[in-house]
Protein backbone atom coordinates (compact mmCIF):
# COMPACT_ATOMS: atom_id res chain seq x y z
CA UNK A 1 0.00 0.00 0.00
CA UNK A 2 1.50 3.63 -0.93
CA UNK A 3 2.01 6.02 1.56
CA UNK A 4 -0.53 8.89 2.02
CA UNK A 5 0.89 12.00 0.24
CA UNK A 6 1.16 14.51 2.46
CA UNK A 7 2.28 17.17 0.60
CA UNK A 8 0.20 20.70 1.00
CA UNK A 9 -1.83 21.55 -1.68
CA UNK A 10 -0.87 24.48 -3.91
CA UNK A 11 -2.26 28.02 -2.57
CA UNK A 12 -5.96 28.97 -4.80
CA UNK A 13 -5.29 32.43 -5.41
CA UNK A 14 -7.86 34.52 -4.64
CA UNK A 15 -9.77 36.53 -7.01
CA UNK A 16 -9.93 40.50 -5.57
CA UNK A 17 -13.66 40.95 -6.67
CA UNK A 18 -14.51 38.01 -4.72
CA UNK A 19 -12.66 39.01 -2.05
CA UNK A 20 -13.83 42.52 -1.90
CA UNK A 21 -17.11 41.21 -2.57
CA UNK A 22 -16.80 39.05 0.36
CA UNK A 23 -15.61 41.84 2.78
CA UNK A 24 -18.45 44.72 1.52
CA UNK A 25 -21.11 42.14 -0.08
CA UNK A 26 -25.04 41.83 0.99
CA UNK A 27 -27.80 44.13 1.76
CA UNK A 28 -26.60 46.46 4.63
CA UNK A 29 -22.89 46.20 4.48
CA UNK A 30 -22.34 49.37 1.85
CA UNK A 31 -25.11 51.37 2.66
CA UNK A 32 -23.43 51.28 6.39
CA UNK A 33 -19.93 52.16 5.08
CA UNK A 34 -21.99 54.50 2.75
CA UNK A 35 -23.63 56.48 6.15
CA UNK A 36 -20.01 56.86 7.58
CA UNK A 37 -18.34 58.17 4.96
CA UNK A 38 -20.70 60.82 3.94
CA UNK A 39 -21.91 61.65 7.51
CA UNK A 40 -18.70 61.13 9.44
CA UNK A 41 -18.28 59.20 12.85
CA UNK A 42 -21.69 58.12 13.99
CA UNK A 43 -23.38 56.15 17.18
CA UNK A 44 -24.85 53.04 16.77
CA UNK A 45 -28.90 54.64 17.58
CA UNK A 46 -27.36 57.55 14.62
CA UNK A 47 -26.60 54.69 12.06
CA UNK A 48 -29.49 52.89 12.78
CA UNK A 49 -31.99 56.37 11.85
CA UNK A 50 -30.09 56.77 8.81
CA UNK A 51 -29.98 53.57 7.13
CA UNK A 52 -33.85 53.07 6.48
CA UNK A 53 -35.27 49.64 7.05
CA UNK A 54 -32.06 48.09 8.68
CA UNK A 55 -32.91 46.36 12.28
CA UNK A 56 -30.69 46.64 15.10
CA UNK A 57 -29.78 42.95 14.35
CA UNK A 58 -28.37 43.37 11.45
CA UNK A 59 -26.76 46.80 12.15
CA UNK A 60 -24.98 45.11 14.52
CA UNK A 61 -24.01 42.01 12.83
CA UNK A 62 -23.35 44.20 9.86
CA UNK A 63 -20.51 46.26 12.58
CA UNK A 64 -18.92 43.40 13.87
CA UNK A 65 -18.08 41.88 10.69
CA UNK A 66 -16.91 45.06 8.63
CA UNK A 67 -14.84 45.99 12.67
CA UNK A 68 -13.49 42.16 11.68
CA UNK A 69 -12.54 42.86 8.48
CA UNK A 70 -11.04 46.81 9.12
CA UNK A 71 -13.16 48.39 7.26
CA UNK A 72 -14.87 50.32 10.79
CA UNK A 73 -14.04 50.94 14.17
CA UNK A 74 -15.41 52.61 17.22
CA UNK A 75 -13.52 55.08 18.82
CA UNK A 76 -11.71 53.81 21.69
CA UNK A 77 -11.69 56.65 24.05
CA UNK A 78 -15.75 56.82 24.68
CA UNK A 79 -17.75 54.66 26.26
CA UNK A 80 -18.63 51.38 24.60
CA UNK A 81 -22.35 52.11 24.65
CA UNK A 82 -22.33 55.41 23.32
CA UNK A 83 -18.40 55.26 21.38
CA UNK A 84 -19.03 56.59 17.88
CA UNK A 85 -18.18 53.93 14.66
CA UNK A 86 -16.05 55.76 12.13
CA UNK A 87 -14.91 54.15 8.42
CA UNK A 88 -11.05 52.99 9.14
CA UNK A 89 -8.47 53.99 6.94
CA UNK A 90 -8.33 51.01 4.82
CA UNK A 91 -12.27 52.08 4.68
CA UNK A 92 -11.64 55.07 3.20
CA UNK A 93 -10.29 53.26 0.26
CA UNK A 94 -13.81 52.54 -0.47
CA UNK A 95 -14.38 56.41 -0.99
CA UNK A 96 -13.64 56.20 -5.00
CA UNK A 97 -15.53 52.84 -5.66
CA UNK A 98 -18.25 54.64 -3.86
CA UNK A 99 -17.83 57.74 -6.23
CA UNK A 100 -18.03 55.52 -9.32
CA UNK A 101 -21.56 53.77 -7.96
CA UNK A 102 -23.23 57.24 -7.50
CA UNK A 103 -21.98 58.29 -10.88
CA UNK A 104 -23.31 55.13 -12.59
CA UNK A 105 -26.13 54.90 -10.15
CA UNK A 106 -27.03 58.13 -11.67
CA UNK A 107 -27.68 57.32 -15.05
CA UNK A 108 -30.09 54.67 -14.06
CA UNK A 109 -32.54 57.16 -12.52
CA UNK A 110 -33.34 59.68 -15.09
CA UNK A 111 -34.65 62.01 -12.82
CA UNK A 112 -31.60 63.34 -11.40
Do not use: H
Request: glycine share 8%; proline share 10%; aromatic share 4%.
Amino acid sequence: MPAADLTPAPAVAVCPVEQAIRIVGGKWKLLVVRALLLNGPRRYNELLAAITGISPKELTRNLRELAADGIVARDPSGAPRTAPWSVTKRGQGLMPAFKRLLVWGRTLNPSD
